[in-house]
């Protein structure tokens, strides 16, 4: 088949550089314009294996010159929708770099090409040899694709005419991309890129949760797992749903165990409180619990100040870190902040009452508007007597919790067999407003099902005058 | 597969120099050449005479700050790749990478996955790679190269600089790099020091394979910071350069 192209096509040339020396012409490119697009259109208006050029041809290209250029694929089919045209438009950078001679670099109005001198002296004189053979291997490889035509531009004004509606196209289809969610797809990606500092560490990546290190997206572990499926990112198969609100999957737990080797076996992915993440050492952000308001805190990296709960970055992430689950802290990356699914079971956006200023501003058009100057931040409150007083003028969300818990303790101190000391529990007691600053705060009593309470101190002191603690009838 | 032989030693040696040199004497022939400096103290560019305007810890830096801007589908590794050829340097005889700075705060887990990835296929694409490299060796313990082929330590006339040799091959020990051979070759050699740097040699069961005179001429050049590239053919140091290439089989 391959027999009447001037050139041969094999993946194995898929790696060839074309230096500037060897190259005949260079197409489109960081020093230039240019664009690939590939088009689902109807059978009608396909005219299959036609090729259209617009401008010069490679035999017009002078040796060592630069051009311009575009490459738009019409497709049809039964089975071709619009869909399609972003993976089948990947598959053009692929092919092209098949053809001996040719390099195919980035994608879109990125795209980058260069022509080697060795294939033009072999009879490579016509970009008509090189659409024709990306037409066959389109076909050939997506068999869904049942009519396909190519035009290629080599002129600048008529690639400057198309480039906005191209764009458009490009923009359109990033909203549908950014509109997928965990409930649309039925594979998860996992990954082990920090497997060698946190050995336990179950990293899933979901369309609605990026990778803690906020360098992996969902299409970033569908892209690895597909090239090489026994690589650092891989599928996991979500499996049955367990619980929505929490993103509970039985297939994730599965998974969770494998990789914490059976260290973990449940992992609740927009979940703050039960079975939370585990939390790698890379993650960009940790937010903490503030029992003492009930809600949470979140530091960045970059944040060198100390967080309300008199704690660093440096010293939350330590103690989070290494692959562990750890109630009460959580790691993410940056952008799990845009996600709608956002520590969704624990009241999502209403919970959070503090993050430094420079993140607030990083994701300030993220948080919803009712609750954007809800939040503090280092300007307003540096501690939590300040944080208090903050969000009760500001009539954070957060309060009709306080309330909510107010009213519970009352009723707790009606039945003392069952309650510990009210000035114990919540946010108005005391003697926890000096925490010393390496005090990890202890979890407040979790709803059913979390299996008790696990209370952690260090380093700390703490003045009871009596504690009672009877068995439950 | 493109033979790696990477030279470093301690600061102020002469490896930077030494690698300009061998450069020199490649570009002569036919084969494709990769010259790499991985060093972020020193500037092969300067000294081969070349302008480099952007390092692999730039288009770094841009993946990481840019990672949430770009289109969600992207494919990464492909932008990366294309970024990484727009910063090679094509020099007529030569292509010209530099590694530049070491990275920023965050994670770079990913993005080092990637560029491993990359560099494996680019490095397939030339007969032979030059590489500048820190005495630290971390672009190897990183595995952003793989392999070498021949590590060639460049020390001064000292016990001390020779000791750093030593300390080297220990380094090499350590790491999971897969180094075949390591040769040290003496700088700035003057007649008093030669027969107590080839004795200290043998004595520390290295394998000395030569000797680069003090030369009048890349004094000159490095002090009103020009290349030695363009040093003439009947420079002392060029000279022993070329001696040196030739027992390499370069």
Known sequence: ?????????????????????????????????????????????????????????????????????????????????????????????????????????????????????????????????????????????????????????????????????????????????????????????????????????????????????????????????????????????????????????????????????????????????????????????????????????????????????????????????????????????????????????????????????????KIFQDIPEDIRAKIATEDDAKDIESLKSFLTAKNHPILERWVEEEAEEEAEEEVPAKAQPATQRGFAAPQMMQMPANFMPSMPMMGGGSGGVRIILKNAKVTVEKITILKED | MARIIAVTGKGGTGKTATSALLIRHLAKGNKVILAVDADPDTNLPETLGCEVSKTIGDIKEFMHSERDNLPPDTNKESVLKSKLYEIIEEMPKYDLLVMGRPEGAGCYCYVNNLLRGIMDKLVDNYDILIIDAEAGLEHFSRRIFRKVDDLIVVTDGSRRGLGTAERIRELVDEMKTDVSNIYVIANKVTETNREMIANTAKELGLQLIGMIPVDEMVIQRDLAGEPLFNLPDDSAAVMEVERIAVKLGL
């Open chain 1, 1 to 361: 088949m391959a027999d009447e192209f001037p050139f041969e096509i094999s993946p194995m040339f898929e790696g060839e550089r074309i230096r500037k020396e060897g190259m005949h012409v260079e197409l489109a490119g960081p020093k230039s314009k240019g664009f690939e697009l590939v088009r689902a259109a109807d059978m009608n208006d396909v005219e299959d294996g036609r090729f259209t050029l617009i401008g010069p041809d490679l035999s017009d290209m002078e040796e060592g010159s630069r051009y311009p250029f575009a490459m738009i694929y019409k497709i049809a089919g039964e089975l071709v929708e619009t869909d399609l045209e972003s993976i089948v438009e990947r598959r053009n950078h692929e092919f092209q770099n098949y053809i001996q001679g040719m390099m195919h670099l980035n994608q879109r109005d990125d795209v980058w090409i260069r022509v080697g001198k060795e294939a033009v002296s072999k009879g490579l004189n016509s970009f008509e040899h090189i659409a024709k053979a990306v037409m066959m291997l389109f076909k050939n490889e997506l068999p869904f694709i049942e009519k396909v035509e190519a035009i290629y531009i080599t002129d600048m004004s008529e690639i400057e005419k198309e480039i906005d509606n191209t764009r458009a196209v490009y923009k359109a289809r990033d909203e549908r991309t950014r509109g997928l969610h965990d409930e649309d797809v039925d594979t998860f990606y996992g990954c082990t890129l920090c497997a060698s500092f946190a050995p336990t560490n179950v990293c899933v990546v979901t369309p609605d949760r990026i990778s803690l290190c906020g360098a992996i997206n969902w299409f970033d572990g569908r892209a690895a797992a597909k090239v090489d499926p026994e690589g650092p990112q891989f599928a996991i198969p979500k499996g049955e749903l367990i619980d929505d609100a929490s993103g509970e999957y039985s297939g994730v737990n599965e998974f969770a165990k494998k990789l914490s080797s059976g260290e973990y076996d449940r992992i609740k992915l927009h979940s703050f409180f039960e079975f939370p993440h585990t939390s790698c050492g890379c993650f960009e952000v940790v937010g903490f619990y503030i029992p003492e308001v009930d809600g949470i805190g979140w530091v960045d990296r970059d944040f060198a100040g100390t967080a309300p709960n008199g704690l660093q970055f440096s010293t939350m992430a330590g103690q989070t870190g290494g692959g562990k689950q750890v109630v009460g802290f959580l790691g993410i990356g940056v952008n799990y902040f845009r996600s709608p699914k956002f520590i969704q079971s624990d009241g999502g956006w209403n919970r959070v009452v503090w993050m430094p200023r420079m993140l607030k501003e």
